[in-house]
């Protein structure tokens, strides 16, 4: 079994990628946040950044027991959408990507969100500095980036696939 992991900034197009994606293998689909939310994992709200905390730990053993079933299931492939999913062991991941677009665009994106000044700035300033890049190539060996700017384009799709089949 394949486990494509999608990861990146807050409203870099990880959710949009991960459906287009699991049509075009086509794979099973895990959102995170709904895992996050049926194994009331938010332990605390941090009111400054105005998000949960979530201990990555204990997020990993559930997302492990996920890709086991999936295993036991013979499902093919299976792509798994968070940014924390980069947080998952290699040993568990068969290709990372890591969504991206042009800052004035996620800018715009994350106001639509509401995100309050602070935070479209501490996303804004994650995506600059790459930090969730930086952190998967701690540890992911096989990592793609695909911009999203202008939307999900076939070439994107098949350049995950040929990712996925080397």
Partial sequence: ????????????????????????????????????????????????RDTYIIDTKKLNKVLIGYITQEKKAKTHYLIIESHLSHYLPSKYVSLCIITACD???????????NYNQAKVRENLDAEIFEIIHH????????????????????????????????
């Fill in 135 to 166: 952190e998967a190539k701690q540890s992911h060996r096989k990592i793609s980036r695909i911009d999203t700017t202008k939307g999900i384009t076939l070439n994107s799709l098949n350049k995950i696939k040929n990712h996925i089949t080397k």
């Fill in 1 to 48: 079994m394949k486990v494509i992991i999608i990861t990146g900034t807050p409203c870099t197009g990880k959710s949009t990628l991960a459906k287009e994606l699991s049509k075009y293998l086509p794979a099973k689909l895990l959102d995170v946040n709904q895992v996050i939310n049926k194994h009331k994992m938010k332990e605390s709200y941090d009111k400054l």
């Fill in 103 to 113: 800052l004035k665009i996620l800018q715009s994106r994350l106001k639509k969100r």
